[in-house]
Protein backbone atom coordinates (compact mmCIF):
# COMPACT_ATOMS: atom_id res chain seq x y z
CA UNK A 1 0.00 0.00 0.00
CA UNK A 2 0.95 3.32 -0.79
CA UNK A 3 0.17 6.52 1.39
CA UNK A 4 0.83 10.30 -0.19
CA UNK A 5 -0.04 13.35 1.91
CA UNK A 6 -0.77 16.61 0.66
CA UNK A 7 -2.13 19.51 2.47
CA UNK A 8 -4.05 18.21 5.05
CA UNK A 9 -5.34 15.21 2.90
CA UNK A 10 -4.19 11.83 2.78
CA UNK A 11 -3.74 9.66 -0.50
CA UNK A 12 -4.31 5.93 0.15
CA UNK A 13 -3.56 3.33 -2.62
CA UNK A 14 -3.33 -0.24 -2.40
CA UNK A 15 -3.78 -3.29 -4.36
CA UNK A 16 -4.42 -7.31 -4.02
CA UNK A 17 -4.32 -10.31 -6.72
CA UNK A 18 -7.05 -12.23 -5.86
CA UNK A 19 -8.17 -16.06 -7.00
CA UNK A 20 -7.22 -16.56 -10.29
CA UNK A 21 -4.36 -14.02 -10.51
CA UNK A 22 -7.15 -10.90 -11.22
CA UNK A 23 -6.06 -7.97 -9.61
CA UNK A 24 -8.00 -5.52 -7.49
CA UNK A 25 -6.96 -1.72 -7.04
CA UNK A 26 -8.53 1.28 -4.55
CA UNK A 27 -7.22 4.97 -4.35
CA UNK A 28 -9.27 6.79 -1.20
CA UNK A 29 -8.54 10.39 -0.65
CA UNK A 30 -8.87 11.12 2.54
CA UNK A 31 -9.29 14.56 4.61
CA UNK A 32 -7.51 15.26 8.08
CA UNK A 33 -10.13 13.84 9.45
CA UNK A 34 -10.45 10.27 7.71
CA UNK A 35 -13.92 11.76 5.76
CA UNK A 36 -13.38 9.74 2.53
CA UNK A 37 -13.14 12.41 -0.17
CA UNK A 38 -12.58 10.44 -3.31
CA UNK A 39 -12.67 6.99 -3.91
CA UNK A 40 -11.49 4.79 -7.32
CA UNK A 41 -12.34 1.43 -7.81
CA UNK A 42 -10.31 -0.59 -10.48
CA UNK A 43 -8.84 -3.84 -12.12
CA UNK A 44 -9.16 -6.67 -14.35
CA UNK A 45 -12.59 -7.74 -13.33
CA UNK A 46 -16.06 -7.46 -14.33
CA UNK A 47 -19.19 -5.46 -12.79
CA UNK A 48 -23.14 -5.31 -13.93
CA UNK A 49 -24.68 -3.25 -14.00
CA UNK A 50 -21.67 -0.98 -15.77
CA UNK A 51 -22.31 1.41 -13.31
CA UNK A 52 -21.64 -0.73 -9.95
CA UNK A 53 -17.98 0.50 -9.16
CA UNK A 54 -19.42 3.87 -9.91
CA UNK A 55 -22.15 3.32 -7.35
CA UNK A 56 -19.63 2.29 -4.66
CA UNK A 57 -17.42 4.85 -4.88
CA UNK A 58 -20.21 7.80 -5.54
CA UNK A 59 -21.61 6.18 -2.09
CA UNK A 60 -17.98 6.21 -0.12
CA UNK A 61 -17.91 9.86 -0.38
CA UNK A 62 -18.41 11.04 3.14
CA UNK A 63 -17.73 7.52 4.99
CA UNK A 64 -15.69 8.03 8.08
CA UNK A 65 -15.98 4.18 9.49
CA UNK A 66 -15.21 0.95 8.12
CA UNK A 67 -19.16 -0.02 9.09
CA UNK A 68 -20.09 3.03 6.32
CA UNK A 69 -17.63 1.34 3.78
CA UNK A 70 -19.07 -2.27 4.97
CA UNK A 71 -22.47 -0.86 4.20
CA UNK A 72 -21.98 0.71 0.89
CA UNK A 73 -20.67 -1.56 -0.57
CA UNK A 74 -22.99 -4.55 1.04
CA UNK A 75 -25.70 -2.19 -0.63
CA UNK A 76 -24.27 -2.62 -4.15
CA UNK A 77 -23.44 -5.71 -3.58
CA UNK A 78 -27.19 -6.46 -3.80
CA UNK A 79 -27.81 -5.04 -7.09
CA UNK A 80 -25.11 -6.10 -9.05
CA UNK A 81 -22.54 -9.07 -10.06
CA UNK A 82 -19.01 -9.08 -9.85
CA UNK A 83 -16.71 -11.35 -11.81
CA UNK A 84 -13.16 -12.00 -10.88
CA UNK A 85 -13.50 -10.49 -7.51
CA UNK A 86 -16.27 -10.69 -4.80
CA UNK A 87 -17.93 -7.68 -3.01
CA UNK A 88 -15.85 -8.98 0.43
CA UNK A 89 -12.63 -8.73 -1.63
CA UNK A 90 -13.86 -4.34 -2.29
CA UNK A 91 -14.72 -4.21 0.98
CA UNK A 92 -11.59 -5.59 2.45
CA UNK A 93 -9.18 -3.60 0.52
CA UNK A 94 -10.94 -0.84 1.30
CA UNK A 95 -11.72 -0.79 4.57
CA UNK A 96 -7.96 -1.77 5.13
CA UNK A 97 -6.63 1.32 3.19
CA UNK A 98 -8.95 3.57 5.26
CA UNK A 99 -8.06 2.15 8.40
CA UNK A 100 -4.15 2.70 7.73
CA UNK A 101 -5.29 6.24 8.02
CA UNK A 102 -7.23 5.93 11.19
CA UNK A 103 -3.62 4.73 12.50
CA UNK A 104 -1.45 7.29 10.88
CA UNK A 105 -3.96 9.61 12.81
CA UNK A 106 -3.73 8.11 16.09
CA UNK A 107 -6.96 5.74 16.10
CA UNK A 108 -8.40 2.50 15.83
Request: hydrophobic letters at 40%.
Amino acid sequence: MELQEVIGVAVLRGRVKRRGGKLLEAELELDSSCRIVRAVISGDFFAYPPTAVDDIEQGLRGCKSAECIRGVVHEAAQRSTFLGVTPSDIEELLVSLWRRCTGLKGST
